[in-house]
């Protein structure tokens, strides 16, 4: 009798440890999964913030560019195309896209590329482009160009299209974040 009850209290004993030991398995493989979630939430993060972003901007005979915003980070490469989708020449419908720096009075901007400017194309006057970050040339109904520029630092830049009357109407904001 007094055998039987040492056996049980050894297999009690042993049961517990089993138990124990199951316990701390469990706890090593959910915290396993945690690290995991952790470093799967990570990867998506980072791949979030592509070292390219294309950007697509369209303008057609209407004085208007289809964004008014575009979002970056800053240090970011971005492709930028602008797509005159209209019919009307350059001549008299050209469209650009002038990234000015920040604290560049708009209007003041816009005069002078027309005042400084030639025609018939008004491409960006040289002695202005110390205001600006990045620019295409002036194109004309059906014609597309493609630039490249690295984002700035964070903050608020505006962009207009410097052909003559159209600043007014096409303009927007490049949100650096
Ligand atoms: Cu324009």
């Known amino acids: ?18 138990a124990c030991g199951q316990n701390k398995k469990e706890e090593q493989v959910s915290s396993a999964q945690e690290t995991e979630t952790v470093t799967v939430a ?6 979030q913030v592509q070292d390219t972003i294309e950007v697509e901007l369209n303008a057609e005979d209407t004085m208007k560019f289809d964004k008014n915003e575009i979002r970056v980070h ?4 971005v492709r930028l195309t602008l797509n005159h989708v209209g019919k009307l020449p350059k001549s008299s419908m050209g469209h650009n896209f002038v990234l000015l720096s920040q604290g560049t009075d708009v209007n003041a901007f816009a005069t002078k590329a027309v005042q400084e400017g030639k025609a018939p194309d008004f491409e ?15 194109i004309g109904g059906g014609e597309s160009v493609t630039i490249e520029f690295t ?10 299209c410097s052909f003559p ?3 007014s109407m096409m303009n927007g904001k490049l949100i650096v974040e």
């Open 165 to 167: 009357g159209h600043a």
């Open 151 to 160: 984002a700035p630092e964070a903050g608020t830049y505006d962009y207009i």
């Open 74 to 77: 800053a240090g970011q490469q």
């Open 124 to 138: 960006v006057p040289e002695s202005l482009l110390t205001e600006v970050i990045a620019h295409t040339k002036t």
């Open 42 to 47: 990570d990867e998506t993060a980072t791949s």
């Open 1 to 18: 009798m007094k055998k039987l009850k040492h056996l049980s209290v050894v297999a009690m004993a042993g049961m517990m440890l089993v």
